[in-house]
Structures are given as C-alpha cells and as structure tokens.
C-alpha cells in the first residue's frame, strides 16, 4: 500500500496537485482529517478493488484535528506493509496573497485573523513547519503556472517506479530571489560573465555558444570538477538516507548564462551516472 500525503500553504496549488494524481491512478481525497487517515487505509486495503494507492490532502482546513496530523504519519511510518511519503507544497507569501484576491475566496483563517492576510499566513506556516522539514518532496509553486506545476508533479511520479532518488537540478537568477525549494545551492557570480559580451547577451545557457564561453575559463573548469566530485560524495549519503528527491541550485545575477551553464553541466553528468534527473531553469524567460 502506498499512501500519499498532500500538505501545505493554503493557496499553493494543493488541488492541482491532487488532479494530477488522480489521472495518475491515485485514489484521493481532499480534506480529510488527520484521524481518520489511519481508517481509510484499512478500508482501502480491504477493498476487493484493489486499491493500492492513496492520495490525502491534508491541511489547516481542518482545524485544530490538523495537530494530529504528525502522529498520524508516525503511526503509518511504523507500519511495514504501508509506504508513506509526504509532498509539501507552498509558495511566497505575496504570491499566496495575490492569489486570493485573483480567485476573491478567502483564506480557511480569514475569520481567525480577522481578515489580516499576513497574520493568517504566518501562524500557517507555523502549523506547518514540523511537516516541511520530513517532508520527502517539496515544490515551491511561486513562479509555477498551473501547467508547470501539473508537469512537476507527473515528472516526479511517473518517473519514481522505484525507491531510488530523483536529483532536479535548476537554475535561478539571485535578482530575483533564491531558490527556496533548493537542498543544495552553488553560487556562480564569481565566473566569467556572458552578460557583458554582446554577441551573447541574448543568448542562454543552454546553447552552446554561451557554454564554450563560460567554460573557457579555467575557474569554471576547476569549480566544475569540484563540484562533481561533491555531488558524487554527498548523493549516495542522500539516497542511503532515504531521501526521494533532492533539488541542487546553481545561481547567478540573472539566472540566464553562468547558472542555467553548469545546471545543463551538472544534469547531463548525473545523467552519465545513471541519477533520475529533471531540469528546470526557473528564470531564463524573464527579463
């Protein structure tokens, strides 16, 4: 039996996500409370369907029944004929609140807080933290439409038929904020800079006259190969850990040349190894 559980910041794209796995062969349900979880997975495993994938979306809808959420995923964690992993999905703050007033619904604390927005996010993600930090995947939906967010998540599951560990690896323009959803971040401001070559200055990372460049430096070279030899120490320590998903970040000032670089550099080499990999460059059409 395996059994998802769908968490985090209200407004962060949580029923997408749970479309998406619902066309992916999950059995789901939104809103439920922490402690009736345990009983649904009995019901589930008696059923003569079959049902042997679960998805449950969990979060401060459900009131003060939300603290047992993390007693909850103990007592399944404890069970060996029950595989439970956790999704967190949240967003910036600014971001959230926008949403809310594109969609005119209001936030499940509104009432609480009397209407504060800001309030009513921050004492969520409060409630939040303990599960953000066991969580085995997490996706940071600021920058994600609809679609990018539909396309991660089937990216994930379709590709994980196996306990192994998937490595993303994406790039990201420090002007426009770090990546959050990242484990490991490598800044590369200090290499050279295509920004200032004007043949090139239009050009991405992702070609290889941008490429050729940046890595016609000798700093670049020696920093390439440092990092790999990190990256080949530290990912089997990820995966005995048993971690499902693990984000490294490469950044520069605009998240265009250097970084989306060595993202391509480092995603084709862990491709080499054998690594489930995906690729993301989150600020390459930006301006």
Known sequence: MKLLIVTGMSGSGKSSVMNVMEDLGFYCIDNIPPKLIPQFVNLCRKSETGIDRIAVAVDIRTGDMF???????QTLKSKSDVEVKVLFIEAEDEILIQRYKETRRKHPLDEKFSGNMHDAIKYEREQLAQFREIADYYIDTTS????QLKEAVRSIFLENTSDSMIIKVMSFGFKYGVSTESDLIFDVRCLPNPFYIESLRNHTGTEECVQKYVMNSEDSRKLFEKLTDLIDFLVPLYVKEGKSQLVISFGCTGGKHRSITFAELMAKY???QNYKVQKYHRDITKK
């Open 67 to 73: 603290t047992e959420i993390f007693y909850v995923w």
């Open 270 to 272: 862990l491709t080499e």
């Open 144 to 147: 994600y439409s609809t679609s």
